[in-house]
C-alpha cells in the first residue's frame, strides 16, 4: 500500500512541475525533428540557407497553418494526412519556447 501511495505522490507532483504549454512544447520538438522541418530550418528554427527563420517569434497558429498547407517557395505543402492541426500548434509552441538569441553587443569576445 505504501508503495502504491508514493507512487502516486510521485505522478502528482511530476504533473505538477510541468508549466502550461510544457508538455506540448516538448512534443513540438519531436515533432520538429520527425517530420524533418530541421533540415531546412535549423534544429531551434533559426533558418538556413534552405529554409526561413521560424523562431523565437513564430507566426500565429492560424498562419503556420495556412502556410504548411499550401507553401510558396521550395517548401513542400504538408496535408493534413501527414501532420494535423494539433502538431502543427504544438511545433509552433516548440518553436515559440525558444528563448531570444543573447545579444551580440552583450558579448564581451564579440566587441574587442
Wanted: proline share 10%.
Amino acid at each position: 500500500m505504501r508503495c502504491l501511495t508514493r507512487l502516486a505522490v510521485a505522478w502528482v507532483m511530476g504533473c505538477c512541475t510541468l508549466l502550461p504549454g510544457q508538455d506540448s512544447a516538448a512534443n513540438g520538438k519531436k515533432l520538429f525533428s520527425k517530420y524533418g522541418c530541421y533540415e531546412c530550418h535549423g534544429t531551434q528554427g533559426q533558418g538556413t540557407t534552405a529554409g526561413a527563420r521560424l523562431a523565437p517569434k513564430p507566426i500565429a497558429l492560424p498562419a503556420l497553418i495556412a502556410y504548411v498547407r499550401r507553401p510558396s517557395g521550395q517548401m513542400p505543402p504538408y496535408t493534413g494526412k501527414v501532420v494535423s492541426d494539433a502538431e502543427l500548434s504544438d511545433i509552433r509552441a516548440y518553436l515559440a519556447s525558444i528563448p531570444e538569441p543573447t545579444p551580440a553587443k552583450s558579448i564581451p569576445l564579440l566587441n574587442q
